[in-house]
């Protein structure tokens, strides 16, 4: 990987049960929800772990579900905020 000024590492902790696997995890902070609602809560295009720490994610088991059984990201992250009660209001975070 490059890194510009600090790089931060999502890594499993081998002593504890994952709920969701590191690469569906990858799949869901990727996606364009996330990414909206991170930009909505920060304010800024640099990430922190605080930051991250406080990003309101979709219920683990939906993410798991809905990300096993389709390769549609994008539409499946959606699905897993509304779901969890976690969509987005026009204009602001709910």
Same mark, same amino acid.
């Given at each position: ?6 790089? +931060?590492? +999502?890594?499993? &902790? ?13 799949? !869901? !902070?990727?996606? $364009?929800?996330? &990414?909206? =609602?991170? =930009? =909505?809560?920060? $304010? ?10 406080? !990003? ?7 993410? =798991? ?6 390769? &549609? &990201?994008?539409?499946?992250?959606? +699905?897993?905020?509304?779901?969890? $009660?976690?969509?987005?209001?026009? $204009?602001?975070?709910?």
């Amino acid at each position: 990987f490059v890194t510009e000024n600090h790089t +931060i590492l +999502i890594l499993p &902790d081998p002593n504890k049960k994952q709920a969701v696997t590191l690469k569906m995890l990858c799949r !869901l !902070l990727n996606s $364009g929800a996330v &990414d909206a =609602r991170f =930009r =909505r809560m920060s $304010g800024t295009v640099s990430v922190s772990t605080k930051a991250l720490r406080e !990003l309101p994610l979709p219920s683990a088991s939906l993410v =798991r579900t809905l990300f096993s059984n389709s390769q &549609d &990201d994008e539409r499946m992250a959606e +699905i897993a905020y509304e779901r969890s $009660g976690l969509a987005a209001r026009k $204009g602001g975070r709910k």
